[in-house]
């Protein structure tokens, strides 16, 4: 998959510009706050259909007008070129389409554009919180089973529902036996949708694991045994994995367990007033040579560590899907040194479409791919070189 050509209109401090764009490395130089980070976040909005930085629609439109559009021309792997386009508006406005026809649900952008994207905040995924590894499993969940998403995203809202309930009841707005009688219904739809939530993100980590060893051991030539796996906070979810590890327990069978746990906390629940358990607090292990990286994992390791995990879920996307992502790279050679920069260049160039931002052309100085084309940005204007 790659991107042939783009044209972007009121996105941030942008200047109204279209690019036509290498198959292989595409090279955004300038100094910080010019526009490099705008122009990859532009093009990786279609993906999530969303701001890969968290940022809220508004805040994405120049702050001279009123909306923004932005047009990409996409090539499958399958050689088929796709026209993917959306539009903000301060009004609240949202539009996105493919080859025209209008997209109604986020789980529509699903394979749609495949990207990964690495930046200095993506180097913290191994030491950060376990948010950050939730949030990295379901997105490639998600890639590659659209099933996956609807669950995430009916589970997430049946969690927001009870959170609102409990928080009622404390403040004395809501009864006690109206209370139980609404968590009794919330936990039957959480049980449904956290049983395949926990049964995918253990899946997932299966898929990645030997992805990122063999990622992992290209980086730095070593050999010691690198593991992924799922540490689940649900006691049920835990006991029904310990007990048949090569067999996990059916849907329904795990669903009822969760069910029965669920239900068993009502009480504590309701006297603290807040959801206490369930997939929203599960957590990865990332386990080097016995060493649990995300506690004692040095910074050199838990930065190789991220961008092997995230190498991999490249490679998990190609073997489910067929499907090679976009990589985008913003700033983030500056970290590395030059050893890993070029074995993480040669790495991602090799079969992917890449997109490289940063304000040193030193990072790539003992670098000549083939097929490269490059940007100057100043102010949010560009001009190719």
Known sequence: MRIVSAAVDGFRNLHTAEFTFSPRVNLVLGRNGEGKTNLLEALNFFALGRSHRGAKSEELIHFKKDHLHVRLEIEEDSGALVSCEYGLGRDGGRRLRVDGAALRRRADLVGR?????????????VRGGPDRRRQFVDQGMA???????THLSAFQQ????????LRDQRQGLVDAG???RELASWNREMANHAAAVCLGRRQYAEFLSPFFQEAHN???????????SYAA????????FSAS??????????????????DYIMD???????????????????VLGGVDLRTYGSQGETRTAAIAMILARSDVLFQKRRIRPVLFFDDIFSELDRERTRRLQEMASHLHQVFIATARRDDIADWQPAQIKTWQVGEGGFSEI
């Open 218 to 228: 290209s980086l730095i030539d070593n050999n010691l045994n690198l593991e992924f």
């Open 113 to 125: 554009l495949a990207t990964v994207f690495f930046n200095p905040d993506s180097i913290r995924l």
């Open 268 to 286: 504590s629940e309701i006297r603290r007033g807040r959801p206490l358990i369930g997939p929203q607090s599960d957590d990865f292990k990332v």
């Open 245 to 262: 590890p090569e067999n996990p327990l059916p849907k329904e069978d795990l669903e009822g367990e969760i069910l029965t746990e669920l």
């Open 178 to 180: 109206q209370t139980r």
């Open 158 to 165: 049946v969690l927001r529902q009870k959170t609102r309930l």
């Open 143 to 149: 890639e590659i089973d659209p099933a996956y998403l």
């Open 233 to 240: 906070r649900l006691e049920s979810v835990t006991r029904a």
